[in-house]
Structure formats: structure tokens, C-alpha cells
């Protein structure tokens, strides 16, 4: 792996359903972050952890939630899915996190769900 | 008053052509500020991050205004291979806490031959 990779690529997904998406990254890292992006709402952040064995909450995290049992992964998951959670989800890295200040972070490919 | 606010656009520009936007913020305690770049159906990647200063870098410029609180993105010849999104991006740390990086919705550039 070099970077940031995320799984699925795709998924349609009933509602109510439990879902998770996958994060990885093989850059040691500390912080990770989960966004949505929605057109016309720009990238929204969900969560995020500063370093393995904490989180935060982001702007819209209700419906979600995220571990960070290690350095390398960052697991974004819904409980039970709701139709308004349709979206592009990306998760990003940074080797500092943001009170690094200038700390660049490094987006996944990103997961496009559907939740029906 | 969005926090950080761009003209969505599309940019229609000719090749060769040089095509600046701006981008506002309002928080004025912000610390730190990027542009990324997306392209359709792709993740953001940094592009330039905005020094106090200004800087450079070929054909990109982007230049700070702390006073009026808004960042700008000069690029200068413009090639097909520019045609993306353009997000205006800016820390708002002040030392209290992450919050997240606060992402502008985008300023969509077209360059057409």
C-alpha cells in the first residue's frame, strides 16, 4: 500500500442497514479524519482522531461513528443507515494533525455510497 | 456568514489565459490556509498552502489578506490540464482543539481550447 486507501469504492445499501467503511493509511500518520461531500454542501467533516486511541466529533457527526484502535486505520461506521446519509465519503490523513498548523492532508479515493 | 465562501462558478477561460479568484473566510483568528484541487469524481489534493508573504509556485500564485480576511489563486497560462475545482481551504486551530479543516464548496474552472 502507498498512501490512503478506503473500501468499498461503491455501495448501495438498504436502509437500516449497519454499514462500515474502511480506512487505512501506511504513512504513520497521527491524525485521521473522516469528510462528506455533498453537492452543493462542499466536504463536511464527520470525525476525526488527533492519535490512535482518540476521537472527536467533526461538524455533522450524528448517525456516525469511528475507532482508532491504531496508528494505520480509521473505520467510519453507521449504525443504521438513512437515505440522508447518501454521499461521497473520504477519509484524510496528516502527520500531525491540525495543531501541526500547515499540516497537509493526504485524501482516499473515496467511497460513494447509497443508502435507499 | 459562511465561514469560508468562493464563487462556485464555472470559470470559462481560454488556454493561455490567466484567471484569478478569491476566496473569504471569516474567522478571524484562522491559522493557516491552502488551496486544493479536485478533479471530477476524485479526491482533493493540496495544491498550495498560503503564506502570509505570498508565494509562488510556476505558474500558481496565491496571496494572503489577513485585514480583509481573504486568500486569492492567481494562475497565470493557463493549460487544459487546470480544468478542475479549486477549494479554498483554511485551518481555523487557535490552539483550543481540532475542529477540522474548513473547506470552501469549490470554484469550478473550465479551460477551453
Known amino acids: 500500500i502507498a498512501g490512503i486507501t478506503q473500501a468499498p469504492t461503491s455501495q448501495i445499501l438498504a436502509a437500516g442497514r449497519r454499514m462500515t467503511l474502511r480506512c487505512t493509511q501506511d504513512?504513520?500518520?497521527?491524525?485521521m479524519y473522516w469528510y462528506r461531500q455533498d453537492l452543493g454542501l462542499g466536504l463536511r467533516l464527520i470525525h476525526y482522531?488527533?492519535?490512535?486511541?482518540?476521537?472527536g466529533k467533526g461538524e455533522v457527526p450524528d448517525g456516525y461513528s469511528v475507532s482508532r484502535a491504531n496508528t494505520d486505520d480509521f473505520p467510519l461506521t453507521l449504525a443504521s443507515a438513512v437515505p440522508s446519509q447518501t454521499s461521497v465519503y473520504f477519509c484524510?490523513?496528516?502527520?500531525?494533525?491540525?495543531?501541526?498548523?500547515?499540516?497537509?492532508?493526504?485524501f482516499g479515493p473515496g467511497t460513494r455510497l447509497t443508502v435507499l | 456568514r459562511k465561514e469560508v465562501e468562493q464563487d462556485p462558478g464555472p470559470f470559462n477561460v481560454p488556454e493561455g489565459a490567466t484567471v484569478a479568484f478569491n476566496c473569504t473566510y471569516s474567522?478571524?483568528?484562522?491559522?493557516?490556509f491552502f488551496w486544493y484541487r479536485q478533479d471530477c469524481r476524485k479526491e482533493p489534493k493540496l495544491l498550495m498552502s498560503?503564506?502570509?508573504s505570498g508565494n509562488e509556485d510556476g505558474r500558481f500564485t496565491a496571496q494572503l489578506n489577513r485585514a480583509s480576511q481573504y486568500i486569492s489563486l492567481l494562475i497565470r497560462d493557463s493549460k487544459l490540464s487546470d480544468s478542475a475545482t479549486y477549494l479554498c481551504?483554511?485551518?481555523?486551530?487557535?490552539?483550543?482543539?481540532?475542529?477540522?479543516?474548513?473547506f470552501g464548496k469549490g470554484t469550478h474552472l473550465i479551460i477551453q481550447p
Open positions: 484524510a490523513s496528516s502527520p500531525r494533525g491540525l495543531a501541526g498548523g500547515w499540516d497537509e492532508q493526504f
Open positions: 504513512m504513520r500518520h497521527n491524525a
Open positions: 482522531s488527533n492519535t490512535a486511541g482518540t476521537t
Open positions: 474567522n478571524s483568528a484562522s491559522q493557516s
Open positions: 498560503v503564506y502570509s
Open positions: 481551504v483554511v485551518n481555523p486551530y487557535s490552539g483550543g482543539g481540532a475542529d477540522g479543516l474548513t
